[in-house]
Nanobody, 123 residues
Framework: VQLQASGGGLVQAGGSLRLSCAASGGTFSNYNMGWFRQAPGKEREFVATTVWTTGNTYYADSVKGRFTISRDNAKNTVYLQMNSLKPEDTAVYYC?????????????????WGQGTQVTVSS
């Protein structure tokens, strides 16, 4: 499956952005979809995931209550709505797909990755 992330940009602290990730080449509804991010000099970290078997969503503690992951299976797209952005949210954001039956939170569990989209939050 191929993934194409978009929607990043420059925003002031407290602002909002919505990232999109369009999938092609696979059965989108049968994939867990996740968002990860990587800041300069840091490892890629889990942000959020939505599980295809249950519809459950999970978030990193650092974004809980501010970010919302959602998916539209008819459009083969997963979204990440980011509100109340902070400078520490600045990173390249990646979407990823995984065929597991339960939630996955590790980079190594995801089979397919998009190219990343830059999010910069100014103070």
């Amino acid at each position: 499956v191929q993934l194409q992330a978009s929607g990043g940009g420059l925003v002031q602290a407290g602002g909002s952005l919505r990232l999109s990730c369009a999938a092609s080449g696979g059965t989108f509804s049968n994939y867990n979809m996740g968002w990860f991010r990587q800041a300069p000099g840091k490892e890629r970290e889990f942000v959020a995931t939505t599980v295809w078997t249950t519809g459950n969503t999970y978030y990193a503690d650092s974004v809980k209550g501010r970010f919302t992951i959602s998916r539209d299976n008819a459009k083969n797209t997963v979204y990440l709505q980011m509100n109340s952005l902070k400078p520490e949210d600045t990173a390249v954001y990646y979407c990823a797909a995984d065929t597991s039956y339960s939630a996955r939170f590790s980079v190594t569990h995801y089979d397919y990755w998009g190219q990343g989209t830059q999010v910069t939050v100014s103070s």
